[in-house]
């Protein structure tokens, strides 16, 4: 009899094996900070976990794990899926029926911007897989006869991204603020300044190689190639230990030639954010 209730218990715990959603535990981290800090990693696994031991029908089986930054370096939650390799990882998984679907702590994991939580769902969806997360359960895909569920899905999104924008805008502010009264706010500092603290100070080396330079043009009449060119002879320290350069003396000896030098960025770095931001915008219609 003993022989017989062991057996009949083996095959009821193989069938549910058998029976049990295969899942992709997926986690997230921001920020470099936020992998040690706050909703981190170890808190993310343990709540899919907890979730993933009270499911009974279907059961649940974490099949693997994956994650998008670690205490090197976050993975913004608006990053687009051939972004996150750890998601694309459980992608594969799905698609190659390794896994029936994914499992995260919750829809703000996946996703903090609207647009990529509906392309994240959608092309879980279109491969076959499922889409849980351990503060929900089954989101399950979009139905005509249900358009609530739709509705109240996107909102969670719309205000995980609204979530997300006044940080943003607080930290922006922050800067600012601190910017206008004369402190350190962000970027790297000027030359003849260092931070220390998050507050700049002086920097005597520096300070002491511009002097320099300034004596070499007033009173040696000196262009900016020649100070470059007598800087790397006498070892004058740079910025970040590089060489000296005309353009780079001309920029910190002439107010005006570091002025449009710094024009010239901010129009740089805007052509780039809107590269940047067409070619994201081309990916994510793709992914739809």
């Given at each position: 009899?003993?022989?017989?209730?062991?057996?009949?218990?083996?095959?009821?715990?193989?069938n549910?094996?058998d029976?049990?959603?295969?899942?992709?535990?997926?986690?997230?981290?921001?920020?470099?900070?936020?992998?040690?800090?706050?909703y981190?990693?170890d808190?993310?696994?343990?709540?899919?976990?907890?979730?993933?031991?009270?499911?009974?029908?279907?059961?649940?089986r974490?099949?693997?794990?994956?994650?998008?930054?670690?205490?090197?370096?976050?993975?913004?939650?608006t990053?687009?899926l051939?972004?996150?390799p750890?998601l694309?990882?459980a992608?594969?998984?799905?698609?190659?029926?390794?896994?029936?679907?994914i499992l995260?702590?919750?829809?703000?994991?996946?996703?903090?911007e609207?647009?990529?939580?509906?392309a994240?769902?959608?092309?879980?969806?279109?491969?076959?897989?499922r889409?849980?997360t351990a503060?929900?359960?089954?989101?399950?895909?979009d139905?005509?006869?249900d358009p609530?569920?739709?509705?109240?899905?996107?909102?969670?999104g719309?205000?995980?991204?609204l979530d997300?924008?006044?940080?943003?805008?607080?930290?922006?502010?922050?800067?600012s603020?601190k910017?206008?009264?004369?402190?350190?706010a962000?970027?790297?500092?000027r030359?003849?300044?260092?931070?220390?603290?998050?507050?700049?100070?002086?920097?005597?080396?520096?300070n002491?190689a511009?002097e320099?330079?300034?004596?070499?043009?007033?009173?040696?009449g000196?262009?900016?190639?020649?100070?470059?060119?007598?800087?790397?002879?006498e070892?004058?320290?740079?910025k970040?230990?590089?060489?000296?350069h005309?353009?780079?003396?001309?920029?910190?000896l002439s107010?005006?030639?570091?002025e449009?030098?710094r024009?010239?960025?901010?129009r740089?770095?805007?052509?780039?954010?809107?590269?940047?931001?067409r070619?994201?915008?081309a990916?994510?219609?793709?992914?739809?």
């Amino acid at each position: 009899m003993g022989i017989i209730a062991y057996a009949h218990g083996y095959d009821q715990i193989m069938n549910a094996l058998d029976t049990a959603l295969r899942l992709i535990l997926v986690r997230r981290v921001s920020t470099a900070g936020q992998a040690v800090d706050g909703y981190g990693l170890d808190a993310q696994e343990a709540a899919c976990r907890r979730w993933s031991t009270l499911q009974t029908t279907p059961g649940v089986r974490i099949a693997h794990m994956v994650t998008d930054g670690d205490g090197k370096a976050g993975k913004s939650g608006t990053s687009l899926l051939e972004e996150r390799p750890g998601l694309m990882t459980a992608m594969q998984w799905i698609a190659d029926n390794r896994a029936d679907g994914i499992l995260a702590p919750n829809l703000d994991r996946l996703a903090r911007e609207l647009t990529v939580q509906e392309a994240v769902l959608s092309y879980v969806w279109a491969i076959g897989g499922r889409v849980f997360t351990a503060d929900h359960g089954e989101h399950l895909e979009d139905d005509a006869s249900d358009p609530m569920r739709t509705a109240m899905r996107q909102m969670r999104g719309v205000f995980h991204q609204l979530d997300r924008g006044l940080i943003i805008k607080r930290l922006t502010e922050g800067r600012s603020a601190k910017g206008s009264r004369g402190g350190y706010a962000y970027g790297a500092p000027r030359f003849g300044t260092r931070a220390v603290d998050k507050e700049l100070t002086a920097d005597e080396r520096e300070n002491a190689a511009l002097e320099q330079m300034e004596r070499w043009r007033d009173e040696e009449g000196l262009g900016v190639r020649a100070i470059a060119a007598r800087a790397n002879a006498e070892g004058l320290p740079t910025k970040r230990g590089g060489r000296w350069h005309a353009t780079t003396v001309a920029r910190l000896l002439s107010p005006d030639a570091r002025e449009k030098a710094r024009q010239q960025a901010a129009r740089a770095r805007a052509e780039r954010k809107e590269q940047q931001r067409r070619e994201r915008a081309a990916r994510l219609l793709a992914q739809r």
